[in-house]
């Protein structure tokens, strides 16, 4: 099993990124840091992480390299640009992207790494800034069974629940599943809302009720109370959310899938982005149903 005595590097410090490189600290690891956003660094190491001045240089003095960055060319530019990880890290070094790409990429990265010796395992997660937070995320892992048992400590230090689910690509793929139903539950809550509200029920009431049966999700329940209260700040921004639904469409495309669900959700976060919306949360959906309906749902902020 990996011992808390080796040296993680962590590449991207975003809303997510930062708080679980700061639990793999908390729980005992070595974390070195690296960010292209110089006061992201500054912050990581008040709380005791060590810097690198590239990814090439981080990887150098680290055994396993956690990326979390924003897209697929995000990951090439810090795996595999003229600074990449790829360039710095030993042969037997663990690389393991922790960002939302598509499955057919990251079994290309996983294909070069492998000449270079380095042994990558793709674990998107899920939980927003909350799970990040509090170490509780869901994280879906793709990689060999024996590799993904000797990082199991890795894991645990960011999440509650760590699922094994099959060779690389196959935790992008579940993630990608994982999207779509987020995307629709995300439409069906403020749906709710706004029949709620064009009806006079109370939302509080209303979503007390809802979020405890049938109808419950976590969407309901961490997105509910922040509309509420006018809460369109990210915990996953809208930006993000497309970008996955994006890789999402086109997975099917090739799969020659219909989601007319994701579709619709992926089109009414578009007009979020064309009102101004590209970095709150998703929950702004709720801003498109107001339009819709011709109805204020939730108090402006």
Sequence with gaps: MMEQSWKIGFIGLGIMG???AYNLYRAG??????NR???KMKEAEKWGAKT????KELAKTCQLVITMVGDTDDVRQVAEGENGLIHGARPGTYWIDMSTISPDATRDFAERAKKKGIIMMDAPVSGGDTGAKNGTLSIMVGGEKE???RV???FQAMGSSITHCGPVGAGQTVKACNQILCGLNLLAMVEAFAF????GVDLEKMLEVTTRGAAGSWALSNYGPRLIKGDLSPGFTVRFQQKDLRIVLEEAEKMALPLPGTAVVQQLLRSVQAYGGNEDGTQSLIRVMEKLGNVEIVDKK
């Design 37 to 39: 956003t110089e006061s």
């Design 18 to 20: 930062r708080s679980m």
């Design 52 to 55: 690198a001045s590239s990814p």
């Design 29 to 34: 690891f070595d974390v070195t840091v690296w």
């Design 147 to 149: 590799d993904v048992k």
């Design 152 to 154: 199991m400590p890795v």
């Design 196 to 199: 709620a509200k064009k009806s």
